[in-house]
Nanobody, 115 residues
Framework: QVQLVESGGGLVQAGGSLRLSCAASGRSSSIRTTGWYRQAPGKQRDLVAAFTSGGSTNYADSVKGRFTLSRDNVRNTMYLQMNSLKPEDTAVYYC?????????WGQGTQVTVSS
């Protein structure tokens, strides 16, 4: 089992910044890749940013240049620095881990960007 706990969401004005954190626990050694997804009301859950198995990063076109994915392997924590936030970034953000045992998701953290 792997547990993922997100934090750092909240309400921010357009143009502001937030940093999301995702702390992994349990059998974290089984994790192959991790990333962030988001889901707005009435929409599907989409990839925001993720590490590849080779350690590089992929970003959705809509967040390139504004969001930065990073991680602290000692703390088993992944971060998503979100700058220049826009109202269309409003969504529930989910941490995801692909492990040797399957897919795991965090509980989600709400990000709301006001115009």
């Amino acid at each position: 089992q792997v547990q993922l706990v997100e934090s750092g969401g909240g309400l921010v004005q357009a143009g502001g910044s937030l940093r999301l954190s995702c702390a992994a626990s349990g059998r974290s050694s089984s994790i192959r890749t991790t990333g962030w997804y988001r889901q707005a009301p009435g929409k599907q859950r989409d990839l925001v940013a993720a590490f590849t198995s080779g350690g590089s990063t992929n970003y959705a076109d809509s967040v390139k240049g504004r969001f930065t994915l990073s991680r602290d392997n000692v703390r088993n924590t992944m971060y998503l620095q979100m700058n220049s936030l826009k109202p269309e970034d409003t969504a529930v953000y989910y941490c995801h881990a692909l492990t040797s045992m399957g897919n795991y998701w965090g509980q989600g953290t709400q990000v709301t960007v006001s115009s």
